[in-house]
C-alpha cells in the first residue's frame, strides 16, 4: 500500500520554465491538497481539491494551477517559475469525512534558477 | 484562516525525558491536529483532537486542548532518539473540507 506518491523527487528548473508536479493516492481518499514548505513558515495550502470534479484555491494559489485528473490524480502546475517558487511541495489526501487526517507523500523539492 | 503556532521553536532533550511543545489558534476550531516529521521526509498524522476533547492519549504521546485559551499542548514521554524531528500542530476549522492550518514547527533532537 503506497499511500500518497508524489514524483519527481527533486528538480531544477530554470527561471520562466514551466513544470508539473504529479501526486497520486491509493487510498479512496475524495480530498486532495498541495502545500508548500518553506523554512521557518511551516506549511501553506495552495490549492485544494474536495472531491473529484473540484478545486478551490488555498491560501497561496497565485502562480500555480491544479488539476484534478480523477479521484486518484492530482497535479500541480507551474506555468512559468520564478526563483520565489523555490520550496518543498508536499501532496496529501484524506477522507471527506470530518476528523479526519490527512496523508502525506514525501515531497518534491524544487529549486528554481 | 486560523493559524496554529508552537512554543518553544526548537528543544533539545536527553533520551529518556519528557518533551513538551505547546501550540496556540485564533478561531474557534473542529479539531486540532499533531503531525511529525522526519527529515526529508512528509509529515506522519500523530494525534487528532476534537473540539469537544480535553485529553487523549496514544502510546506515549499524550493531548490536551483548552479550547477556553485557545492552545494546546503535545507531551512526549520517555523520549528516544528516534522521536527526533519536527512537530507541527495544525486545525481544521468547521466546515472547512478538513483542510488544516498548519503552525511554524518544533524541532525536537533527542540525544542518546
Known amino acids: 500500500n503506497a499511500g500518497v506518491t508524489q514524483t519527481p523527487k527533486f528538480q531544477v528548473l530554470k527561471t520562466g520554465q514551466s513544470m508539473t508536479l504529479q501526486c497520486a493516492q491509493d487510498m479512496n481518499h475524495n480530498s486532495m491538497y498541495w502545500y508548500r514548505q518553506d523554512p521557518g513558515m511551516g506549511l501553506r495550502l495552495i490549492y485544494y481539491?474536495?472531491?473529484?470534479?473540484?478545486?478551490d484555491k488555498g491560501e497561496v494559489p497565485n502562480g500555480y494551477n491544479v488539476s484534478r485528473l480523477n479521484k486518484r490524480e492530482f497535479s500541480l502546475r507551474l506555468e512559468s517559475a520564478a526563483p520565489s517558487q523555490t520550496s518543498v511541495y508536499f501532496c496529501?489526501?484524506?477522507?471527506?469525512?470530518?476528523?479526519?487526517?490527512?496523508?502525506f507523500g514525501d515531497g518534491t523539492r524544487l529549486s528554481i534558477l | 484562516s486560523q493559524q496554529g503556532e508552537e512554543d518553544p521553536q526548537a528543544l533539545s532533550i536527553q533520551e529518556g525525558e519528557n518533551a513538551t511543545m505547546n501550540c496556540s489558534y485564533k478561531?474557534?476550531?473542529?479539531?486540532l491536529q499533531w503531525y511529525r516529521q522526519n527529515s526529508g521526509r512528509g509529515l506522519v498524522h500523530l494525534i487528532l483532537?476534537?473540539?469537544?476533547?480535553r485529553e487523549k492519549h496514544s502510546g506515549r504521546l499524550r493531548v490536551t486542548l483548552d479550547t477556553s485559551k485557545k492552545s494546546s499542548s503535545l507531551l512526549i514521554t520517555a523520549s528516544r532518539a528516534a522521536d527526533t524531528a519536527s512537530y507541527f500542530c495544525?486545525?481544521?476549522?468547521?466546515?472547512?473540507?478538513?483542510?488544516?492550518?498548519f503552525g511554524k514547527g518544533n524541532q525536537v533532537v533527542v540525544i542518546p
Open positions: 495544525a486545525t481544521a476549522a468547521f466546515y472547512g473540507n478538513n483542510r488544516l492550518a
Open positions: 483532537i476534537r473540539s469537544n476533547e
Open positions: 478561531t474557534s476550531i473542529n479539531n
Open positions: 481539491s474536495a472531491s473529484e470534479g473540484t478545486t
Open positions: 496529501a489526501s484524506s477522507d471527506t469525512l470530518s476528523n479526519q487526517p490527512q496523508h
